[in-house]
């Protein structure tokens, strides 16, 4: 059983300015949780679950600390609108600042607001390879409970780092930048790449004007319908699978 402190402790969670002060966040769902024990065992402070789904797993679960709650003890300390069978509370993940390379293609995130756009780029990215992004202040929070849930587990195994990206695309040399825009070169017509750093701008008003002029190319995925524009995270899928 729960003691009150403990249910509200990870109540608390739920919220930026308490996750930043404990240095955790929160993580629900079996095939969630699971991929983080395979992935960040170490990362992992406890484990709040179901006896059946503890029973169940008890094989991948032997190296980290599972308490046994009721469904009614985990709808208190969910964050979801219908709890799925556990919960786990999460050390946060190392974050260094990268420094693109030959080799590699990194994720630049401008103003990504969304928390479920935030979480599916994380997760796209971890698809095609990329193990690295980076983000602006404004963006969209790693730790936040959607975001986290949108990753299904790529948040251990892509790194995600906020930044003044104006400054450090500017420290980045000899390494081409992307950014896909409305109008710009069609995306069909571009080589695949090997190395560079593609810019992905905010959802409705695109990548700001300071960050764009450091491009070296613009590309668009051509527009043959009505409209306005795509979303940032899908947009992000058919750049990479043309680029890749």
């Not at 003691?3 to 966040?25: A, D």
């Not at 919960?87 to 928390?115: F, H, Q, T, Y």
């Not at 979480?119 to 730790?143: H, K, L, M, P």
């Not at 593609?198 to 527009?223: F, K, Q, V």
Request: hydrophobic share 45%; glycine share 8%; charged share 20%.
């Amino acid at each position: 059983m729960l003691v009150k402190s403990k249910v509200k402790y990870i109540q608390t969670l739920g919220q930026k300015k308490f996750r930043q002060e404990e240095g955790v966040f929160i993580a629900e769902g079996p095939k969630l949780v699971l991929e983080l024990v395979s992935t960040v065992a170490g990362n992992i402070v406890e484990i709040f679950a179901l006896k059946e789904w503890i029973d169940a797993n008890k094989i991948q679960l032997k190296a980290v600390n599972c308490v046994e709650v009721s469904a009614t003890e985990l709808e208190k300390i969910s964050q979801l609108s219908t709890p799925n069978q556990a919960l786990a509370v999460v050390k946060n993940l190392d974050s260094p600042v990268p420094v693109a390379k030959k080799g590699e293609i990194i994720l630049a995130l401008d103003g990504i607001r969304d928390p479920g756009n935030m979480g599916t780029i994380i997760r796209i990215s971890d698809w095609f390879g990329i193990n690295q992004v980076v983000c602006t202040a404004d963006s969209a929070e790693v730790y936040n409970p959607k975001v986290v849930q949108a990753t299904m587990g790529s948040i251990a195994r892509v790194r995600i780092t906020y930044l003044n990206l104006h400054q450090w695309l500017m420290e980045q040399n000899g390494i081409s930048i992307y950014a896909t825009v409305l109008e710009g070169r069609d995306i069909s017509t571009v080589k695949k790449v090997k190395e560079g750093i593609l810019l992905i701008g905010n959802e409705s008003a695109g990548i700001s004007h300071g960050i764009l002029s450091l491009a070296d190319e613009r590309i668009t995925i051509p527009r043959r319908g009505g409209a306005e524009s795509l979303n940032a995270a899908v947009a992000t899928g058919i750049v990479l699978s043309h680029l890749i």
